[in-house]
DNA sequence: TTTTTAAACGAAATCGTTTTCGAAATATTC
DNA sequence: GAATATTTCGAAAACGATTTCGTTTAAAAA
């Protein structure tokens, strides 16, 4: 019923608990015979070391912490995604915690993940996220941390990220090279710093190719992963602008809106207007037409933010002084029938 | 540098280690003066109690293990929600793992939650799995263990579920009362449980309302969630029947592939042709025509299958003698455009 | 004043490992 | 055969908490 522990194996074998220990781990000063014999019965006895005491005695549990916003999203279960592989492949285990945008949630689960002793964190910020105090705390605490996607600039910490400013610029460019003229932008939200820096690329883009920038065409959707927004906002646009010849928006989600307005009032896309979304939905490939976006690579933000975040925790382990990197990942255009 | 533990709270007060714990746990054999002084210390220090030595003493975790075959799914990111919530809610921290549908991984991923002694798992068998002895094997070990979704019916443990023959048969059944006269049906591969229990969902709804079932309306998708297949089928569906008027699928995903050979070829939905998918994705009410799907409560069943295991740990944990239960969840119809 | 009772504290064992260090047993050398 | 070197083993401390049980001190009852 209970566990079987070294002890167990030791009684069995009647040899020191010390004995068995070293056995299984390989210790040159126990003889070729009593190894054996140890290997033997640990395994006939189905033998599974504790973690938990493991743990105790050498001061690291092989876990590390994940903080995100919310998993039910295309994005963030494909960063999980690759976290989890990433972990597993080092002889890691993964403990996820949402904040579900909340700056109180996010600070509960970082003390959840403390108290647990987690060997590292992972996280990627809460909209409301704007001081930074609970996020100091851990690293003055010399606990690894490495942010990722939504980042605190003014946090001294390993960071990976994309940049988003620079992808809506090659975006909204390419609109440009195709030879459209009057592009709008269906932004985020006012505060998160992914809305704004897509919007600057935005709005750059156009300076940079001698288009005049009009804040008319530019609407704000409150929220990234509701389509109704870009429903709501396509009406309104269209009402608004009669000659409106591409939309670059914030998210495929809000493209979703658009498009399906489209599709309702028989506006032909790409002929009466271009659309070119963000993030590379899955379903943007699937829908007709088509439609073009910026790709995340949300997979590999995962795999390298865990990499970055164990070779902290092993630096740390062999007093290796702490050096903070800040990585940013490489985006590129999924081009398609919508553009 | 170093955590702050009971002993320097100790040694800073004066007493010994076995009072601050009393003090810190509200014991009634220590003075109101003590005990505030210690909370006065230990919050003063920034005291956070050490997991894992209080898990090696109490010998729970208070932490579950969840075995899923992929997070990058729309249902079981859903089912993942609901089961950090609900196990947060109640104390818990959750660990995820994925299976990749290789029964090879699901054991080794059982074998490492078994190592961390987690308090219970969940799990979602993978495709590959039809042989029990790894589940089975943490079952007499008397871990509590709930399966969900992709269960194993002949191993001897608490489940929950949705009836997916139920399902498909109303769904099919709705069909039929509108009108619909030769439905086809996309189903899964042929060896998974609930590909297999939609469609006799769908035939037993044929054979129930006289109609008679035929084999070549059958096109068998081995990738649930590729909609490719649904492309691809619809082609061969289309050049094979003339007069089919309806297609149940497996899953959403598939209806895509079907609904955009239709876009492409001019196929009104549902006037020429009605389809109605399973799972309810959340792109299926905004794609054009919005697509009628079966709902699967997939945050519920987290929700449901976490209370169901800690129940069942606590019970453990009182000795109560165990009784294994088998949920069903209720589905229903969401009728949108394309019926 | 003596005895009883109650209140407040602490020593020590325990959870299951790991690891240091010393001791015993055996083998080697002279 | 004595001295030394080499294997092989185990006692004990440590990790940080919890909990049992005993001890001390003070208060209440006799």
Same mark, same amino acid.
């Given at each position: ?45 189905? !033998? ?11 001061? #690291? ?41 909340? @700056? ?23 909209? #409301?996220?704007?001081?930074? $105090? ?39 460019? !390419?609109?440009?090279?195709? &030879? ?29 190719? &001698?288009? #005049?920038? $009009? ?43 658009? @498009?399906?307005?489209?599709? #309702? ?11 070119? &979304? ?23 933000? &995962? ?16 007093? *290796? ?9 490489? *985006?590129? @255009? ?6």
């Amino acid at each position: 019923m209970k566990p079987i522990t070294l002890k167990d194996i030791a009684h069995e074998l009647n040899i020191s608990v010390t004995t068995v220990s070293k056995a299984l781990k390989g210790y040159s000063d126990v003889s070729r015979v009593t190894k054996k014999a140890v290997k033997k019965m640990a395994k006939k006895l189905n !033998y599974t070391p504790n973690s938990v005491a493991v743990n105790l005695r050498t001061q #690291e549990t092989k876990t590390i912490g994940v903080i995100i916003p919310a998993i039910v999203h295309h994005f963030f279960s494909n960063v999980i995604d690759g976290i989890i592989k990433e972990a597993k492949k080092q002889g890691y285990l993964v403990i996820t915690l949402q904040s579900n945008e909340k @700056l109180e949630f996010e600070k509960k689960q970082l003390k959840l993940l403390q108290q647990h002793r987690v060997d590292g964190i992972l996280i990627s910020l809460s909209n #409301e996220t704007y001081q930074f $105090d609970h996020i100091n705390a851990i690293l003055q605490k010399n606990i690894p941390l490495v942010m990722f996607d939504k980042i605190g600039k003014l946090v001294n910490c390993s960071k990976i990220l994309i940049d988003d400013k620079q992808a809506a610029y090659e975006a909204v460019s !390419y609109l440009i090279d195709k &030879g459209y003229k009057k592009i709008a932008h269906f932004r985020g939200a006012l505060k998160p710093q992914n809305s704004i820096d897509r919007f600057l690329g935005y709005k750059k883009a156009l300076q940079d190719n &001698g288009i #005049e920038y $009009d804040q008319s065409l530019v609407y704000i959707c409150d929220n990234n992963d509701d389509f109704n927004n870009g429903y709501k906002y396509a009406k309104k646009m269209f009402e608004q602008h009669k000659n409106v010849d591409a939309v670059f928006t914030v998210t495929d989600v809000v493209a979703y809106g658009i @498009l399906k307005y489209c599709n #309702e009032n028989n506006i032909k896309i790409p002929d009466d207007i271009a659309i070119f &979304g963000f993030s590379n939905w899955f379903m943007s490939s699937i829908v007709t037409p088509k439609i073009s976006s910026v790709i995340q690579p949300s997979f590999e933000m &995962g795999k390298k933010a865990t990499k970055l975040l164990i070779k902290e925790i092993k630096n740390k382990k062999s007093k *290796t002084p702490v050096t903070f990197k800040k990585v940013v990942l490489p *985006t590129s @255009l999924a081009i398609r029938e919508s553009t």
